[in-house]
């Protein structure tokens, strides 16, 4: 059965700090890795997906990494601000597992100002 | 607009009470899945569907049904089987692209309390 841990569980940064995220996951036969944000109370926001055959995706501040040899996968934050303040989730798509997702705990991040 | 809403967003149960969670999506999603989410843990899956008619149970099934109809809702009703309740629950659905189910796009959520 796959299993997906996050660490850290909480991270609380200054703004303007680079950061990184973790994730891991016990089965490498996965078809994609997807990074997710969620505010408090709210619904989840994709941020970046990454097929297994690709080492990394890139948008804007954001860029995730996946080495599926190691299962695990980094979600890089640039110069980050306040507004990056939420929870951030990784989910694992397994290869023939149709389209069900395996989340995370997730990582709880504040910037502060 | 297009996307995912789900209602209401707050829903109170009291004991032994049946109470059904909408969700309905315009985005001419083929799947949809619903999801529980606890405080410090991931989504779980409860159900999907994949087509019209049809759904499978995903890892927490238990005291929990659902009816697709029509393609764009996905009714989730939590029974009085299910003896803790009290959660966070989101909606998702994801097109078919080329015989393929894509990535999930989520509602809003819809958060139940247990009176």
């Known amino acids: 059965k796959q299993e997906v841990t996050q660490i850290p569980a909480a991270l609380s940064v200054p703004e303007g700090e680079n950061l990184v995220l973790n994730c891991s996951f016990t089965d490498s036969a996965i078809y994609n890795l997807q990074w997710f944000r969620q505010d408090p109370g709210k619904g989840l926001t994709s941020l970046l997906l990454?097929?297994?055959?690709?080492r990394e995706q890139t948008s804007g501040r954001l860029n995730a990494s996946l080495d599926k040899s190691s299962g695990r996968s980094t979600l890089y934050i640039a110069a980050s601000q306040p507004g990056d303040s939420a929870t951030y989730l990784c989910a694992v798509k397994l290869t023939g597992g149709g389209n069900k997702l395996t989340f995370g705990t997730g990582t709880q991040l504040k910037v502060e100002l | 607009d297009g996307g995912i809403t789900q209602s209401p967003k707050y829903l109170f149960r009291k004991e032994g009470q049946n109470v059904t969670l909408s969700c309905e999506q315009n985005l001419n999603h083929d799947a949809m899945y619903w999801y529980r989410q606890d405080p410090g843990q991931g989504l779980r899956l409860i159900y999907y569907s994949q087509i019209v008619n049809d759904f499978q149970k995903g890892d927490i099934a238990e005291g929990y049904s659902v009816s697709r109809e029509k393609k764009e809702s996905f009714p989730l009703t939590v029974t009085s089987a299910q003896k803790n309740p009290t959660a966070f629950y989101l909606c998702?659905?994801?097109?078919?692209?080329?015989?393929?189910?894509?990535?999930?796009?989520f509602g809003p959520g819809t958060r139940l309390l247990v009176l």
């Open positions: 990454i097929q297994s055959s690709q």
């Open positions: 998702a659905s994801s097109p078919r692209v080329s015989g393929t189910l894509e990535t999930q796009y």
